[in-house]
């Protein structure tokens, strides 16, 4: 049967591309996550050097405020491409489920094939 076959290609390569954008996501969460602490030691470098660690002092530097709005933003960041991993997670468990099923089907057509 070339449909379930090409059904059973088009199936393999979404479980393949899910697993490209989870691997993707992942990256991206590391990077952001590498790049968050690298601001947080050059934030306790400027606070060491002015001395003053407060974030609500008049004199507090603006290069630490900023670093750390930016360091904020990253983790807002992170924590969306948590929840879009999350979600291509199950996608991808729906996926292989759905290829499995295909690949019983075109076993069991294989199987039928060759009795015939």
Known sequence: MKARNSLLRLKAFQVKEKKRQLQQL????DEFARMSGELMQQIAAEEKKSGITDP????????AKSARQRADNLA???ADLREQ????EAELAEMELDYERAAALEERDAAGRKRA
């Open 26 to 29: 992942q990256l991206m969460m």
């Open 56 to 63: 609500g002092h008049f004199a507090y530097s603006t290069f």
């Open 76 to 78: 807002v960041s992170v």
């Open 85 to 88: 991993r999350d979600k291509a």
